[in-house]
């Protein structure tokens, strides 16, 4: 297994692991500051590529904050791990991942952030933005760079294959055809629910007008973000209303 590391907006550090028998990229998002920020622990079998990729852009101890949207194993299975290499990171997340999930599951306390408040980094501002449910799990949320307007977007615009950094293409159809293959897997299936709150979601994100879409699964997506997520409400709709009924 190996780690391909592109700097693929300033500070900003794509650390992608492609796993063959899955043919999906896991991206980690190193954020490069006076306080250094890893969106996307990645998970405990991963870590010791992870953690090599990173330490080619800094000291891994010098970590001082460990993010990621919902509690899932590529998300934030590797948490503790990292909390052991860097003594001074603190875990970052939403109110309500700290207090179901991250208060219990981490070795050191988080820090929960408000939507309201502002994560400084030194040049860089974070906000955490809930979006329950959306991908997927009630703690969900993304974080938003608003110096340079980077949503770090998790599992949405999640695509297929080993495909390239960064994109400035329409990648609305790698995610319709991801999801929709996803939904033909009896395991697989239902992986980002649509439901009443999906739309509204999306379009608070597209408000933020973000110029780069950091997707966990596939190429970051460089031009107009509110686009992308308003056209990705269409293709979550469409495929949730091609499911077939649950038996
Ligand atoms: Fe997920
Ligand atoms: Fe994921």
Same mark, same amino acid.
């Given at each position: 297994?190996?780690?391909?590391?592109?700097? $693929?907006?300033?500070?900003?550090?794509? $650390?992608?692991?492609?796993? +063959?028998? *899955?043919?999906?990229? *896991?991206?980690?998002? /190193?954020?490069?500051?006076?306080?250094?920020?890893?969106?996307?622990?990645?998970?405990?079998?991963?870590?010791?590529?992870?953690?090599?990729?990173?330490? +080619?852009?800094?000291?891994?101890?010098?970590?001082?904050?460990? !993010?990621?949207?919902?509690?899932?194993?590529?998300?934030? !299975?590797?948490?503790?791990?990292?909390? =052991?290499?860097?003594?001074?990171?603190?875990?970052?997340?939403?109110? /309500?991942?700290?207090?179901?999930?991250?208060? #219990?599951? =981490?070795?050191?306390?988080?820090?929960? @952030?408000?939507?309201?408040?502002?994560?400084?980094?030194?040049?860089?501002? *974070?906000? *955490?933005?809930?979006?329950?449910?959306?991908?997927? !799990?009630? #703690?969900? !949320?993304?974080?938003?760079?608003?110096? #340079?307007?980077?949503? @770090?977007?998790?599992?949405?615009?999640?695509? $297929?294959?080993?495909?390239?950094?960064?994109?400035? %293409?329409? $990648?609305?159809?790698?995610?319709?055809?991801? /999801? %929709?293959?996803?939904?033909?897997?009896?395991?697989?299936?239902?992986?980002?629910?649509?439901?009443?709150?999906?739309?509204?979601? @999306?379009? +608070?994100?597209?408000?933020? +007008?973000?110029?780069?879409?950091?997707?966990?699964?596939?190429?970051?997506?460089?031009?107009?973000?509110?686009?992308?997520? @308003?056209?990705?409400?269409?293709?979550?709709?469409?495929?949730?209303?091609?499911?077939?009924?649950?038996?």
């Amino acid at each position: 297994m190996n780690a391909r590391i592109d700097e $693929i907006a300033p500070d900003l550090y794509r $650390i992608s692991v492609y796993v +063959k028998e *899955f043919d999906l990229q *896991f991206n980690h998002f /190193l954020i490069k500051d006076d306080e250094p920020l890893l969106f996307h622990t990645g998970m405990r079998g991963m870590f010791p590529v992870v953690s090599d990729a990173v330490a +080619k852009v800094i000291d891994p101890a010098m970590l001082r904050w460990i !993010g990621w949207s919902h509690f899932e194993v590529d998300e934030c !299975g590797a948490l503790n791990e990292w909390l =052991a290499a860097a003594p001074q990171a603190t875990p970052v997340c939403g109110q /309500l991942g700290a207090m179901i999930n991250i208060a #219990d599951f =981490a070795n050191r306390p988080p820090r929960a @952030l408000d939507p309201v408040e502002r994560l400084v980094t030194g040049r860089h501002r *974070f906000r *955490f933005v809930p979006t329950p449910h959306l991908p997927h !799990g009630w #703690d969900a !949320g993304v974080l938003f760079d608003e110096t #340079d307007r980077v949503l @770090l977007c998790s599992d949405l615009l999640h695509q $297929i294959g080993d495909v390239e950094p960064v994109t400035s %293409a329409d $990648i609305t159809d790698r995610y319709r055809h991801a /999801l %929709a293959t996803y939904q033909q897997s009896p395991v697989l299936m239902d992986y980002v629910p649509y439901n009443a709150n999906t739309r509204p979601q @999306l379009t +608070k994100l597209a408000a933020l +007008k973000p110029l780069t879409l950091a997707a966990m699964h596939g190429s970051t997506f460089v031009g107009d973000g509110a686009a992308i997520l @308003l056209a990705s409400a269409d293709v979550l709709e469409s495929v949730s209303s091609a499911m077939p009924s649950l038996v």
